[in-house]
């Protein structure tokens, strides 16, 4: 089991900037993924960006070349630089960790309490 916790939410002015971060502690695999989602009210939880243990990046394709997910492997923990913020941004965002013993095996996942980013004038 792994134990997750967000910081860095609010509340953001369109155009602004935030920074969330997410702290992992517990049973931490070799093989693992760190990501971001987010759930605006009445719609489905969403993949913002993810990174794995070796690097790798996916992001949605509405934050493309806005957000940046990053991650410290010494720290057990990723970030996620939001810049450009828009209103559609509004949701809260959601850290998750994904262990894997093979990456072709089963995930065994983790939710974070998820963090609020209101973006509004």
């Known amino acids: 089991q792994v134990q997750l916790v967000e910081s860095g939410g609010g509340l953001v002015q369109p155009g602004g900037s935030l920074r969330l971060s997410c702290a992992a502690s517990g049973s931490i695999f070799s093989l693992n993924v760190m990501g971001w989602y987010r759930q605006a009210p009445g719609k489905q939880r969403e993949l913002v960006a993810v990174i794995t243990s070796s690097g790798r990046t996916n992001y949605r394709d509405s934050v493309k070349g806005r957000f940046t997910i990053s991650r410290d492997n010494a720290k057990d923990t990723v970030h996620l630089q939001m810049n450009s913020l828009k209103p559609e941004d509004t949701a809260v965002y959601y850290c998750?960790?994904?262990?894997?013993?093979?990456?072709?095996?089963?995930?065994?996942?983790?939710w974070g309490q998820g963090t609020q980013v209101t973006v509004s004038s």
């Open positions: 998750n960790f994904k262990n894997y013993k093979t990456w072709d095996g089963l995930a065994e996942s983790s």
